[in-house]
């Protein structure tokens, strides 16, 4: 228990590290004028076996400096309890640390910054079993490959040496009822793929 505890709390210092430059928000890289107010960088377990990545911080993220904690997080919660998992076991994060104005997708280029500058070495940190990416925004930005999130949802990909889920965005759930079934199911494979 304590060398688990140990390598929680290095990774935890491994990633506050990583984030220091870019407390002074409006000077990082990261940041998207507009209605942007803090850099979300994520939570939960630094030692997690399943990674979480959205595509940005949404109104509520922004406000609170957490990620999916709005509607949409409300509903990964629930989804995480059907599929037997805690919150506070896995890691969310976002491609994007910075809401775009008006909620809008994000640009190319945002998603390659938040990918390049600091998604990539939170992965390597955590160094998670399983990364499910949170719609079509993240699985392009993260992979840079043009798969169709209504085609490919809930098949496992290799990125890097990782095992990749991609996941419908909850945001889409919320639009598009009729998908529930189908985002509950491929949140239920997480386990079968532990």
């Given at each position: 228990m ?10 935890e ?100 910054i ?5 998604l ?15 719609g ?30 991609p ?15 189908n ?12």
């Amino acid at each position: 228990m304590v060398k688990a505890e140990n390598k929680n709390l290095e990774k935890e210092v491994l990633l506050k590290n990583l984030y220091a430059p870019h407390r002074d928000f409006k000077n990082s890289p990261l940041f998207i004028p507009g209605e942007c107010t803090s850099i979300v960088f994520g939570e939960g377990n630094p030692d997690a076996e399943i990674l979480f990545i959205g595509e940005a911080p949404g109104k509520m993220e922004d406000i609170e400096g957490r990620p999916f904690v709005g509607q949409s997080g409300r509903l990964l919660n629930r989804a995480l309890e059907f599929a037997e998992l805690k919150r506070e076991e896995v890691y969310i994060t976002n491609i994007v640390k910075c809401r775009p104005p008006n909620n809008r997708t994000p640009l190319p280029n945002e998603l390659a910054i938040g990918r390049d500058l600091l998604l990539l070495d939170q992965i390597r940190i955590i160094n998670p079993k399983i990364i499910c990416t949170l719609g079509s925004a993240a699985l392009t930005g993260l992979t840079q490959k043009g798969y169709s999130i209504t085609k490919i949802h809930g098949s496992p990909l290799t990125f890097l040496e990782y095992v990749l889920l991609p996941l419908y965005h909850p945001a889409y759930i919320l639009r598009n009822r009729r998908e529930a079934p189908n985002f509950l199911a491929d949140i239920k494979k997480i386990k079968t793929l532990l």
